[in-house]
Each structure stands twice: as structure tokens, then as C-alpha cells.
């Protein structure tokens, strides 16, 4: 009888420690998943910036960067075929190696986008900017990791958000206005900045939605695209042309 009335307790203690230990692993296979997101940006970020140093020191090379519309379009197209490829091919960026073959498609076609326009500036303003971009990104990054608020209820605002900014593009496009410049460059550089810390906690895993972590490669690449928009609008900013 005795034996029986401690058995709830006994019970109730095994699996509360089972929930721990469950919580744990749970826990780890997260910080796996971030290390691993933060590791393809990182190597993403390293070909951005050898395609970038590339205009830079090598003349022929930046002419091409510079003057070659065809080349700049085709790469066009296949940053926004990558980006796009989830809508019909939702588990291709689950699949080795084909997701690591189509990540370094995406990053080093996007980096000869912008390259063209980052080597109109002068080197000590980039370089400078790089300084400004790692300060914003790591203070960003920080408050998104450390916050209480949860910004990743935001999705379906930054969503409006963004095609509005895309539709203003187009339009400032066809119609170059400089105001309209202005607004568009000061209201993407909002906008990114909330849209890194959106991704990075669903990254973290620690608010209501998160990443799956078989995501790994959407979600580096969903930050990535956070950084290299805010260095465009810091560059275009307090970048000096050449």
C-alpha cells in the first residue's frame, strides 16, 4: 500500500526529469542549427567581399561589373529564380548538395549585381561603410537575440512592406525622382534593419515562430539578404562616389 502511494511521485519526478533532458536536446540541436546558419552567412559574406575586392584591384574584371548589361541581367535573373525557387521546390534547400551548389549560385550572381554598383564608390568610403554595417548588424543581432518583444508576429507587415518598397523602386525607376530616392533609401534601411531582427529570431528559436531546422539554408540566406540591403543603404548614404 505504502509502495503504491509513492508511486505518482516517483512517476512524476521521472518525467520531469525526461522533460528536462528532452528540453536539453531540444536546446542543442537549436544551437547546432544557428551555428550552422551562422556559418553558410559567414561564407557567403566571404564571396560577396572577394567579388567585390575583385572590381577593385582588377581593371578588366570591374569594367565588367560596370559595362556589361547582359551579364548583369542573366545574374539578375538567377538571384530572383533563386530566391523564388521555394514557392515551387519548398524542400530543394533541405536536399545536400544541391542546396550548398545552388546557395553559391545565388550568393556570387547577387555579389555581381551589386558589385557594379559598390565600385562606383571609393574604397576608404566602402570600407568605411563595412565598419558602420558591422556595427548596425552586431547591435541589431544582439537586441533581436536579447529582446522580450517578438517580432516574429511581423511577417505578414514586412511582406506588405517590402512589395510596397519593391513597387516604389519600379516606379522611381521610370520616373527618377529625388525625393522619392530619398524615402525609399531611408525606408529600406528601416525596414531591413526590423526584417534582421524578424529573421534572427526565428533563427533563435525562442518566440512563437521560429525556423525549422532543416531550414538552415533559407534562413542564412533570408539574413544575408538582411545585411547586404543594409549595406547598400548605408553605402548609398555616406558613401562617396569616385
Not at 522611381?172 to 530616392?181: D, N, T
Amino acid at each position: 500500500m505504502e509502495d503504491n502511494l509513492q508511486e505518482p511521485f516517483l512517476n512524476a519526478k521521472e518525467d520531469e526529469e525526461m522533460g528536462d533532458v528532452n528540453e536539453k536536446i531540444a536546446q542543442s540541436i537549436r544551437n547546432g542549427f544557428i551555428v550552422k546558419v551562422f556559418g553558410v552567412i559567414i561564407y557567403q559574406i566571404i564571396l560577396t567581399a572577394i567579388v567585390i575586392y575583385l572590381g577593385f584591384v582588377i581593371p578588366a574584371f570591374r569594367a565588367y561589373l560596370l559595362y556589361s548589361p547582359s551579364l548583369y541581367f542573366i545574374n539578375v535573373i538567377i538571384t530572383f529564380t533563386c530566391i523564388l525557387l521555394p514557392l515551387c521546390c519548398r524542400n530543394i534547400y533541405n536536399k545536400v548538395p544541391i542546396n550548398y551548389i545552388i546557395l553559391t549560385i545565388f550568393t556570387l550572381s547577387l555579389s555581381w549585381v551589386i558589385g557594379g554598383e559598390v565600385c562606383t564608390y571609393t574604397p576608404t568610403s566602402v570600407l568605411g561603410v563595412l565598419f558602420l554595417t558591422f556595427v548596425v548588424v552586431t547591435t541589431l543581432i544582439i537586441y533581436a537575440w536579447t529582446s522580450k518583444k517578438d517580432f516574429t508576429m511581423l511577417g505578414g507587415i514586412l511582406s506588405t512592406s517590402l512589395i510596397l518598397l519593391i513597387f516604389s523602386s519600379l516606379f522611381y525607376f521610370f520616373f527618377p525622382i529625388p525625393l522619392l530616392y530619398i524615402v525609399i533609401v531611408y525606408g529600406s534601411l528601416i525596414l531591413f534593419s526590423i526584417y534582421l531582427i524578424y529573421d534572427i529570431q526565428l533563427v533563435v528559436g525562442n518566440k512563437n515562430v521560429k525556423f525549422s531546422e532543416d531550414d538552415y539554408i533559407l534562413a542564412a540566406m533570408n539574413i544575408y539578404l538582411d545585411i547586404i540591403n543594409l549595406f547598400l543603404d548605408l553605402l548609398r548614404i555616406f558613401g562617396s562616389k569616385n
